[in-house]
């Protein structure tokens, strides 16, 4: 073999590990052939300079990996087997290129995702404030757990969520919803349990219902599972039974999606009356209801509404909500209640697509609750944001009197307001970036492939967060937004 052309350098790769990358980069690239004989470990040493011990450990090492081949008293050869030709013998060296890949028919489109860094204001209608969360408590309910851990937690198993975790939530929605949930699925965050939904209930050209406007993400789940959207009218009092009624008689819809509490992004409360005509006719039409209730902790004027599923006979409620707006959404806490059936086929497929929760983390949440500690951030987070709440109202309030023609109605709780610019709101977004400004527009909540697409031709609203950002930046931030043209 003739000697190759080994330029070592200064790094600290060891000169054993150089030599082995000379090696095998000649062997793929068919400048030495399979079944070649290598010269021995001594003639290389030589020719290298190099110890014969550091060739002996080049050459050991791509035996292991398995492009030589070592043989008693004769020494090395490359392979026999690989699949590469000498580029002595060819005129033209092999070039893999590569190949369209074969995805399924429907492509998933990735949603992009909001870095908080890019921002000077940030109006993110389910941003918390991060810098306020009690990160020294926090801590130390990990340190509790690592002091006190049953190592046989870490094994498989707990496919539906640490049994401490879930005991800590069934009390907290006796508690705070008059909830009483036998048993519970704990998920990675919402998101995970709408998709558990849809996979465990959508077959493909399902109808699923959900408002004109609403949580794209969600959405954008039922439809990745096969389902056709059929968009339902909504006014100044949430979702217009009228017309739901209506498309229940003209197609026929499986699940029905509503966000009751504050209607996502418009804020509305559904009102009792409401609520229970919309039961009644999903009952009639045997149609599941899946409710999510994103936020229902803040609250400022008076107590929210209980939850819809907290009045469910029929079990056809599946009731979910997460903690990523009262801690952090990094903390992939969501959850869902539901009748016995259900919960039975979502944690089958829960098993499917995440084996095992992050055991650290629930345990940690459960300590959490269970010191109090949850609680005392929930009280204080409420508080704060209601001072966020009524700021935002005031600047409004102002800037209505100022002249411009904004329009809003201040909502009973939530993290976000929606107000009416009067103006062609088409393409503030882009606009509000180069500004250092987030914000969600109307344009965002419509879901442009429904069945039946109820989208203005000139929308005019925007979703502005109130919680995650100082009453100043708010205020500078909002001054930003109305001067658009």
């Known amino acids: 073999m ?12 060891a000169k054993y590990l150089q030599v082995a990358d000379a090696l095998r980069g000649s062997i793929v690239k068919g400048d030495i052939a399979p079944a070649t004989k290598l010269s021995s470990a001594r003639v290389m040493a030589q020719t290298y300079q190099l110890n014969r011990h550091t060739i002996m450990n080049a050459l050991q090492l791509l035996v292991a990996e398995g492009w030589l ?32 890949y074969k995805f399924a028919t429907e492509l998933a489109v990735p949603i992009p995702t909001m870095n908080l860094k890019d921002y000077v204001y940030n109006f993110a209608g389910g941003l918390p404030d991060l810098n306020s ?17 049953d190592t046989s937690k870490l094994h498989y198993g707990d496919i539906s969520g640490v049994s401490e975790l879930k005991t800590q939530i069934g009390n907290y929605l006796h508690k705070t919803r008059s909830l009483k949930v036998s048993d519970l699925l704990v998920c990675n965050g919402s998101q995970e349990a709408l998709f558990l939904i849809s996979k465990a209930f959508i077959n493909k050209s399902d109808f699923v219902a959900a408002e004109t406007l609403g949580y794209p993400p969600a959405r954008k789940a039922f439809a990745a599972c096969g389902a056709q959207l059929i968009d339902i009218k909504q006014d100044e009092y949430g979702l217009c039974v009228d017309d739901l009624k209506a498309q229940l008689k003209r197609y026929p819809i499986k699940m029905l999606y509503l966000t009751p509490l504050h209607q996502y992004p418009t804020t509305v ?24 209730d994103y936020d229902h902790e803040f609250h400022y004027r008076c107590q929210p ?27 992939r806490i969501g959850y869902i209640c539901a009748a016995p059936e259900v919960l039975t086929q979502l944690i089958a497929w829960k098993q499917l697509v995440n084996h095992k929760n992050d055991v650290v983390m629930q345990l940690a949440v459960a300590h959490f609750m269970q010191e109090g500690g949850f609680e005392r951030h929930l009280k204080r987070m ?74 203005p031709e000139q929308p005019s609203h925007v979703r502005l967060g109130f919680a995650g950002q100082s009453i100043d930046a708010m205020q500078q931030g909002l001054k930003l937004i109305t001067d658009y043209k």
Not at 138 to 143: A, D, E, G, H, Q
Not at 312 to 331: C, E, N, R, V, W
Request: proline share 6%; net charge positive.
């Open 269 to 292: 409360t559904l009102s009792p009356t409401r609520r229970m005509q919309i039961y009644q006719l999903c009952y009639e039409y045997g149609v599941m209801i899946i409710e999510d």
């Open 133 to 149: 969360f009690p990160y020294k408590e926090f801590k130390r309910s990990m340190s509790h757990v690592f002091n006190h851990l």
């Open 305 to 331: 509404l209980q939850p819809m599923a907290g009045n469910d006979p029929a079990g056809i409620i599946i009731y979910l909500s997460t903690f990523s707006k009262i801690m952090f959404s990094g903390a």
């Open 69 to 100: 081949e070592s043989h008693e008293r004769s020494g090395y050869s490359v392979t026999q087997t690989l699949p590469i030709q000498s580029s002595a013998n060819c005129e033209h060296t092999p070039v893999l290129t590569p190949k369209p």
């Open 382 to 455: 409420t508080k704060h944001y209601k001072q966020r709440y009524e700021a935002m109202g005031n600047t409004l309030t102002l800037l209505q009197s100022q002249g411009l023609p904004i329009e809003y109605k201040k909502p009973d709780g939530g993290m976000a307001m929606w107000v009416n610019l009067n103006k062609n709101t088409s393409n503030i977004k882009q606009a509000m970036q180069s500004k250092g400004v987030y914000l969600q527009a109307e344009f965002e909540f419509y879901f442009a492939n429904s069945v039946r697409s109820l989208m």
């Open 2 to 13: 003739q000697p190759l052309n080994i330029e070592f350098n200064n790094s600290n790769k």
